[in-house]
């Protein structure tokens, strides 16, 4: 039986091909799996990152910085070499500002965010000097009490609980209640607070969701965030230097989804920098935070299959890797409805012949499906299965351990 065709993802008809083979980072998939030395693998292109952000730079207006959020992919050789094209870093956890703080970028450029950081992160961040974004009334306090044990004045900004709800992002963040940030209207009493211990408050963090493919909608939601700003600012004195206005850009995972229109948000953008921010605070350092938009479509999960089999009708290929390592393109991670990532055979990108099959990884639960019903060229047990958009919330967001298979490696190629 003959499948047609899926249309090509916008994402997978921008990698090379060479011959049948998918070119990561200029290396035929197959060699790179000699390379590596066992599959599967994360592999994560270098150039594909460098292009990305200067694509993101080209689209931002001038003087907004760009800073990378390391939870989407913390491997220490992509945060490297994101160092050396980013203003600065978000940080969630002390092992992500660890991995930060060891590239050239200076503290000062580190923000670090989070909900429940412990005693112990809050001294690591005081000392170290990264700027610390306040998630709660005791957090603030600890961090005081931190920063009179160690002598040193900590730098700080308020992250904010905004007061308005961003529509089709694929998480929201703001709006009614929730764990993250201050909630605005609290926010003039704890700046009193913060004045009184003596932090030094640079500003807010609005971060107002993530997975936004909508152009106009953030432009919307980055407006409200800089109005809420400068509203919050001049009602408490505060000579606003810092604002984190987040980003949320998405990235297009499914079949019907558009890459979103980048230069449409940078001009939105400019137009809210200029009559909204600069026309008040015209020195304040503006910061937009990315993550999955920088790296998630630079990075391939490769598999291998290891087996074929028919049941009942339905073609399918059981390839090395899994859910463990990919759990997003399970639909586990968060989707309402199962969708498919996109998948390819990498060694037979220009097939004769396609079949639908369904993938699925080497777990013993049904929901271990890494494509389903998807058409490709009918593949044998030692071909290659790439899942695309793999470069942000792959291995470090799924259940690595679960079944107790091997941990599998990354590379940055
Ligand atoms: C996760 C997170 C980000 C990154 O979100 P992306 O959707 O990957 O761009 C940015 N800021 C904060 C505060 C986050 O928690």
């Not at 961090?143 to 002598?151: C, R, T």
């Not at 990235?251 to 229109?261: G, K, M, S, T, V």
């Not at 009708?313 to 899994?322: F, K, M, P, S």
């Amino acid at each position: 039986m003959t499948a047609e065709p899926a249309p090509t993802h916008p994402t997978v008809a921008t990698f090379r091909v060479e011959d049948d083979s998918l070119l990561v980072g200029g290396v035929p998939v197959e060699l790179l799996a000699e390379r590596v030395g066992s599959t599967p693998f994360f592999a994560y292109s270098r150039e594909r990152l460098t292009a990305r952000v200067g694509h993101v730079r080209e689209h931002l207006p001038a003087g907004v910085e760009l800073n990378y959020a390391v939870k989407a992919n913390p491997m220490p050789a992509v945060v490297q070499h994101l160092s050396t094209l980013v203003d600065g870093f978000d940080v969630a956890s002390a092992r992500e500002m660890q991995v930060a703080l060891d590239t050239p970028t200076p503290a000062a450029r580190v923000g670090f965010a989070g909900p429940g950081k412990s005693i112990g992160e809050i001294t690591q961040a005081v000392a170290s000097g990264v700027t610390i974004e306040l998630e709660s009334e005791l957090e603030a306090e600890r961090v005081a009490e931190a920063g009179s044990a160690l002598g040193i004045r900590p730098k700080v900004a308020v992250r904010v609980n905004p007061d308005f709800r961003v529509k089709g992002s694929g998480m929201r963040l703001g709006g009614g209640p929730q764990q993250f940030g201050v909630d605005s209207e609290n926010v003039p009493m704890l700046l009193k607070r913060i004045a009184s211990w003596g932090l030094d408050c640079a500003g807010f963090h609005i971060f107002a969701g993530s997975q936004n493919l909508h152009a106009e909608i953030l432009c919307d939601a980055q407006r409200r965030t800089a109005e809420l700003a400068v509203r919050l600012a001049e009602d408490a004195d505060l000579p606003l230097r810092y604002l984190n206005l987040g980003g949320g850009f998405g990235i297009p995972y499914f079949e019907r989804d558009r890459p979103l229109d980048l230069s449409q948000v940078g001009q939105g953008l400019d137009e809210v920098v200029r009559e909204v921010i600069r026309a008040v605070y015209p020195d304040v350092r503006l910061v937009i935070e990315l993550g999955r938009y920088l790296v998630g479509e630079a990075g391939v999960y490769v598999t291998r299959v290891l087996d074929r089999k028919s049941s009942r009708g339905q073609h399918y290929l059981v390839v090395d890797g899994g859910m463990h390592h990919q759990l997003a393109a399970s639909g586990n991670l968060g989707q309402v409805i199962r969708r498919n990532y996109p998948v390819a055979v990498g060694n037979r990108m220009r097939p004769a012949d396609l079949r639908r099959q369904t993938v699925v990884g080497r777990l013993c639960t049904p929901l271990d499906v890494l494509a389903d019903d998807v058409a490709l060229p009918p593949a044998d047990v030692g071909d290659l299965v790439v899942v695309f958009q793999a470069g942000a919330y792959g291995l470090t967001a799924s259940p690595a351990e679960f079944l107790s298979h091997p941990r599998p490696p990354e590379v940055l190629v």
